[in-house]
């Protein structure tokens, strides 16, 4: 018995390495290139005897969904609404006894990340010189011109 996985978005093939690889973003309207209509765990007869594996895959995939799911999604899906200006799912301001209140929600997140990214920018690209190369004794002549040199071929 081998089982084919299906996600919600893409049906994918897991016995078969030359079914054709689709993206979740190549099906938006269209039909599943690869003809396979079986649900997420509905078991298939093949004598193969790949199915131990197969469902050590899927239990895998499974346990790692429900743990990203229930440590760090909800903390993800707010970031992403603050910085979109949105309040966070949970919030009271989401309920139909706040519809008639104002929808302005002014986070400094986003504000904050590109006032970052200008610094960043800034400290980047700054200084002309791609390396900066010093003689470690700058009494020695000798250290001061292989400096130079270097410099120069570095550049």
Known sequence: MARWVTSSRCNVDLLDPHAPHVSDG???????????????????DDDSGDS????????????????IDSNYRKRWEDSLRAFNNQH???SKYNN???????????PKLRSVIRKNEAAA????????????????????????????????LLQ
């Open 26 to 44: 190549d099906l938006s309207d269209k039909e599943n290139p690869a003809g396979y209509e079986y649900e997420l765990g509905e078991e298939v």
């Open 52 to 67: 131990d594996w197969l469902r050590l895959a899927q239990q895998a995939y499974r346990f790692s969904t429900t743990w």
């Open 88 to 90: 966070s799912l949970d």
């Open 96 to 106: 139909p006894a706040y519809d008639k209140r104002s929808k302005v929600y002014r």
């Open 121 to 152: 920018a800034a400290a980047f690209f700054s200084n002309l010189d791609v390396v900066d190369v010093n003689a470690q004794n700058q009494a020695d002549p000798k250290q001061l011109i292989s400096a130079e040199v270097n410099k120069l």
